[in-house]
């Protein structure tokens, strides 16, 4: 948490997001968020994504993303992931997708 929650009252929040040494890397599963925004930037390592009605994408260092509303899935990610993820509102919902 980069403390932007705080600053906003809880309009916006900014985060980094680190792959834990030792967990399964997997991915998230499908899901869906409700928010109005959501960008993720990957500061290192990669992530493969799937997105509804896009298809899947392999997102690595540099490459930065708007994640439309709708049903998406992080497929697998590297050891060394790492990615700063903006979102509004800062506390949101995630539904899993069966």
Known sequence: DLGISD?????VSAHV???LFG????????????LDFQMVYILKGWANF???NE??????????????????E?????????MLEITMPADFETKMVE
């Open 23 to 34: 967990h399964v890397k997997d991915g998230s599963g499908i899901h869906f968020h409700n």
């Open 50 to 52: 799937k997105y509804e």
């Open 17 to 19: 997001i680190r792959a």
């Open 74 to 82: 992080e497929i697998e990610h590297s050891d060394d992931l790492e």
């Open 7 to 11: 600053a906003t009252n809880g309009k």
């Open 55 to 72: 298809g899947e994408f392999k997102l690595k260092k540099g490459d930065c993303v708007h994640q439309i509303p709708g049903i998406n």
